[in-house]
């Protein structure tokens, strides 16, 4: 080959490792510092202990990666398993891979350890609480430092105390404090099919029989999958059809301009399809927050508001919510007001966190009483799991009622609260974080009005509201209520019978949001 030949395929090389590295700053940006400490954790197999301290970023990983021949352009397999993992799964196309396709090859060629897949799910099930717990036993031969769950399972495999073939402590510690974890525990011991020790039943205390048959193979109620990994976190937020079947089965994605729901599902690779249900068993439900803005400086009234968050705070209190109404929210006060659930202690013990605007608006965003706009996105963002890490894999839904854009006056009694229809908004999918964990529900659909009646309340808010009543004592999951709410709204019209609206929902939820029956029936 010539030196003119050599120098060509030099520099296509140089260009091709820059185009990768340049992948991986984008990738690097999307991470917060969770990611990272999750990365660090599933790399403790690739990367010498003494890097990976050094280690304070993503592309930090990424270099040791690349120098241990673990991470190429040619082949970013692991760096897509490890997104995979840790639910990163919208960050797989910049590899160019899609979900369906590292589901599909994952079981054959996976690169992360069977113990440190068990580890890091057992991890995502320790709450805050359970974790204090097990460093209270151990409070003899455990640092005195702020641990997470990660930290907490790293140092006492660094000591020693466990590993893939002794998991004698962690079994003691999940008998005593989170029984229902022995069934991933017994899961992985007998794939492995070696020998184990037996936990130690010195000093346990007695168990419930209710709790002690969560790791004897009876059903628990609301209990996480424990399949290795559920199809999570859409790539992207999802808009699906609204004739998506309520059994479960997923629908096609379908643009943004069609009409629909959301209905996504998550199934196991193994037999037996088991779904995978968020946690809804902590100490209290979580916070719900509405801002009802009645009244404005510079806009019209919104007369059947008061109804409608009436509505919200009995239907969300009988749900187990603790609720905050906000009435009238200047932009300033609805930024302290965000800033305080954004720490809110609350959030800790809480199982969800619900968030609520009735208001005026235009696409993306609402208007506070003073009448400045303020983008949807905004708001969301200061739950992120890098934001608030409190509510770090704990669902988070918002439910938006607004007026966007000038209103139509249609029939008496009826008002508009929605786009202008000769407007051509952007998608939807700019208003979610892109991350998992968050719904966003929409009074209607990009270039459609939705309405609120002057005494009666909002279309949208009452249909929220019924079927909220009537279908978690049925145990139906959140997307299935919306996807019968978009029905019943669909369905309604004005005297004339001419307005018509169609809610829409966004999501990027990694399992059904299933709230637990109330004992009391609702009524108001």
Request: hydrophobic share 35%.
């Amino acid at each position: 080959m010539t030196s003119q030949g050599q120098s060509l395929n030099s520099t296509l090389d140089d260009n091709c490792q820059v185009n990768f590295r340049a992948t991986l700053l984008t990738i690097d940006s999307y991470l917060g510092d969770q990611d990272v400490e999750r990365l660090k954790f599933l790399c403790r197999d690739s990367i010498a202990s003494k890097n990976l301290e050094k280690c304070g970023s993503a592309l930090d990983i990424f270099d040791y990666l690349m120098a241990e021949e673990r991470l190429s352009e040619e082949d970013p397999s692991f760096l897509a398993e490890l997104l995979y993992i840790i639910k990163q799964k919208v960050l797989l196309r910049h590899l160019r891979y899609t979900k369906e396709q590292v589901e599909h090859w994952l079981p054959g060629r996976r690169k992360v350890s069977p113990f440190r897949n068990l580890l890091y799910e057992l991890s995502e099930d320790i709450s805050s609480e359970n974790l204090k717990s097990m460093i209270f036993l151990l409070r003899e031969s455990i640092p005195k430092v702020q641990m997470t769950s990660l930290s907490f399972l790293a140092y006492l495999e660094k000591q020693d105390k466990i590993d893939e073939d002794n998991l004698t402590l962690l079994e003691d510690l999940c008998k005593k404090i989170v029984p229902n974890l022995m069934r991933k525990i017994d899961k992985y011991k007998r794939e492995k099919g070696s020998p184990f020790p037996r936990a130690s039943q010195v000093g346990a205390p007695p168990v419930a029989k209710e709790t002690e048959s969560l790791h004897q193979g009876e059903k628990e109620l609301f209990s996480h999958s424990d399949i290795n990994q559920v199809l999570g976190a859409l790539p992207e937020v999802s808009w699906q059809d609204e004739h998506a079947q309520r059994n479960g089965d997923r629908a096609t994605p379908v643009s943004v301009e069609m009409l629909g729901a959301s209905v996504d599902t998550l199934t196991s690779e193994t037999s037996t399809k088991e779904t995978a249900v968020y946690r809804m068993d902590r100490k209290h439900r979580g916070l719900c927050v509405v801002v009802n803005n009645h009244s404005f400086t510079s806009l019209s009234e919104r007369p059947g508001t008061n109804k409608d968050a009436e509505c919200l705070k009995h239907v969300f209190q009988w749900l187990g919510f603790s609720v905050h109404i906000y009435v009238n929210v200047t932009k300033g006060h609805l930024e302290e007001v965000l800033q305080q659930f954004q720490t809110h202690p609350g959030h800790a013990d809480g199982d969800c966190f619900v968030f609520c605007v009735l208001t005026h608006g235009k696409f993306g965003a609402v208007y506070s009483s003073d009448g400045e706009l303020i983008p949807i996105r905004q708001i969301m963002s200061h739950f992120t799991a890098q934001q608030c890490p409190a509510l770090a894999h704990k669902p988070k839904l918002f439910f938006i009622q607004a007026c966007q854009g000038e209103e139509i006056q249609p029939s008496v009694s009826i008002e508009a609260d929605a786009v202008n229809p000769e407007h051509v908004p952007p998608s939807l999918q700019d208003s979610v974080p892109v991350e998992a964990d968050f719904l966003l529900g929409l009074a209607t659909v990009p270039g459609y009005v939705s309405f609120r009646h002057m005494e009666e309340g909002s279309w949208y808010i009452q249909s929220l509201y019924n079927h909220l009543k009537d279908l978690v004592p049925r145990q139906e999951d959140i997307l299935s209520i919306l996807t019968a709410v978009n029905d019943d709204v669909s369905r309604q019209a004005d005297k004339r019978g001419k307005k018509k609206q169609m809610p829409q929902p966004a999501f990027t939820l990694r399992k059904k949001v299933v709230f637990p029956v109330p004992q009391e029936e609702l009524l108001l």
